[in-house]
């Protein structure tokens, strides 16, 4: 029933170019950065992933998994990034769905914990996340809460 298609980027690196672009007009951060933490993945230098909902070929949701998102815990790694839906597919589940898909795919490589940084509350905890502690983001002048998933 649902009509969503979720997929990993390694099953369809044909969208890589359009999901760095899509990521960069959400987050801002450049295109180039993506691409990078992409191509890794893609090459099997990392097994840190990227995740995206489509609704027919339009990204509707996406996140990915990077080494650590930009805060001073350098120590709790790998960190969910980027998690993001279009405002007009939100209350949907695709998030939801999105995040247990990440978690799933990280166990299957024996990758657990991991961990996200986030503004939001009462939100994450629905999908099997824990307040973990607070941290510093970079250049961020307020803490920010850290979850974990095990």
Not at 47 to 64: F, K, M, N, Q
Not at 105 to 115: E, F, L, N, Q, V
Request: proline content about 3%; some cysteine; overall charge negative.
């Amino acid at each position: 029933m649902n009509k969503y298609e979720y997929i990993i980027l390694r099953d369809k690196p044909e969208l890589k170019d359009a999901a760095a672009e899509w990521f960069h007009s959400k987050w801002g951060v450049p295109t180039e950065a993506y691409l990078e933490c992409m191509n890794d993945y893609l090459d099997g230098k990392v097994e840190y992933g990227w995740y995206l909902c489509l609704d027919g070929d339009r990204i509707v949701g996406g996140l990915g998994v990077i080494e650590n998102d930009f805060h001073d815990r350098k120590d709790l790694s790998p960190n969910v990034c980027a998690v993001y839906t279009e405002e007009d597919y939100r209350s949907q589940g695709i998030a939801g769905r999105l995040l247990n898909l990440v978690v799933d795919d990280m166990k299957s490589k024996g990758i657990t914990p991991i961990y996200l940084v986030t503004d939001h509350e009462n939100f994450y905890e629905r999908y099997g996340w824990e307040f973990y502690c607070m941290a510093q983001g970079d250049d961020e002048p307020e803490m920010t809460r850290l979850y974990i998933h095990r």
